[in-house]
Structures are given as structure tokens and as C-alpha cells.
């Protein structure tokens, strides 16, 4: 399909014995077919810079202080929960091991093996050993909960525009918002 430009340009008139002068009219059609294409260039460029000027606003905009004060909130709950969660797991874990450390002494047999050594004393130190590994998983539980809830912490920090991290102390004259918030 032709543009509005190359329409005007590629016209034929019939020609006729009355009328304007042909060369005239072909001349008029030119910069009419000239001034179409240039305002039809202004038009491209002033609708990629708005297009532009309408992200930037976005961009400047950001996230309002509720967005941002909801996603702390959010995040506070979440590294509380995982937390929770953790020392629960940990408590849990810690707890079957101790079971399962008594209910082997108790129903282990006194007596040694050919080594001379104590069943008592071997079970006690398979417990200890069990308690240890149960340790150590519930101190990675908690260390993975810890990490998670700092992600989210951060991702929170991360939404905040530099307006809104700044205090007064950092500009004390800067204007500010109805709202308190560095304009």
C-alpha cells in the first residue's frame, strides 16, 4: 500500500483543454507531496520520544511508599516464617535423634564385642554422632531460612527508589512532598 506521499506524487490527471497549467499543478503536487513526508517524519520522532518520555516517567515514578513499606512487611513475615519453621525442623530432628539414642541403650545388650569395647559405650557414641549430624542439619536449615529471608530483604531494599532511600540529614534543603518525601 502507498503512502500519502508517494500517492500524491504518483498522480496522473487527465488532461484537458481548460483548466491550470499543468507544469504549475505537478510543482504544487511536489511540495505538497514534500511537506506530507516531513510532517509525517515529525510525526515518527515526536511518537518515539513520547514513547520515551512516558517509560522515563514510569522509571522516575517507581514504586509509592505503600508498595514499598508492603514488601518489607512481606518480607518480615516470610524470613519470620522461615525461621520458625526452621527452629521447628531443627527441634524436631534434635528430638528424634535423642529418641532414637535412648531406645538403642535401652535396648542394647550389656556386654562387650570382640574389640573389648562396651555395647553401651558404642551406642552412646552412635548417639552423640546421630545428635551431631542432627545439629548440623538443623544449623543448615536455619542458615538456608536466614539467607532466603535476606534475598527478600534485599529485594525489598531494591524496589526503593533513590528518592525515597534519601533522609533529610542527607539533603536537609531538598523540597519535599505532601508527604514528607523528598520532592
Known amino acids: ?7 500524491i506524487r504518483s498522480v496522473n ?5 481548460r483548466g491550470y497549467d ?9 511540495n505538497v507531496a514534500d511537506e ?5 517524519a515529525n510525526l515518527r520522532s515526536e511518537s518515539v520520544r513520547v514513547g520515551t518520555l512516558e517509560r522515563e516517567l514510569t522509571i522516575l515514578q517507581g514504586p509509592t511508599a505503600g508498595e514499598v513499606t508492603d514488601v518489607f512487611l512481606s518480607a518480615a513475615s516470610a524470613k519470620g516464617r522461615l525461621l520458625d ?3 521447628v525442623k531443627a527441634e524436631a530432628i534434635l528430638e528424634s535423634a535423642r529418641r532414637e539414642a535412648e531406645a ?3 535396648n542394647s545388650m550389656l556386654g562387650t564385642d570382640d574389640l573389648g569395647t562396651s555395647h553401651v559405650e558404642r551406642a552412646l557414641e552412635e548417639a552423640k554422632a546421630i545428635e551431631v549430624a542432627a545439629a548440623a542439619i538443623a544449623d543448615k536449615i536455619k542458615s ?5 529471608a535476606e534475598k527478600i530483604v534485599a529485594a525489598g531494599r531494591a524496589m526503593l527508589v533513590p528518592s525515597e532511600r534519601e533522609t533529610e540529614t542527607d539533603n536537609p534543603n531538598r523540597p519535599r512532598r505532601s508527604d514528607g518525601h523528598a520532592a
Open 85 to 87: 519453621e526452621a527452629y
Open 104 to 106: 538403642f541403650c535401652q
Open 144 to 148: 538456608d531460612a536466614r539467607m532466603e
Open 22 to 30: 499543468r507544469a504549475a499543478v505537478d510543482v504544487f503536487l511536489e
Open 1 to 7: 500500500m502507498q503512502s500519502l506521499e508517494q500517492r
Open 36 to 40: 506530507v513526508a516531513l510532517l509525517l
Open 13 to 17: 490527471l487527465a488532461e484537458s483543454r
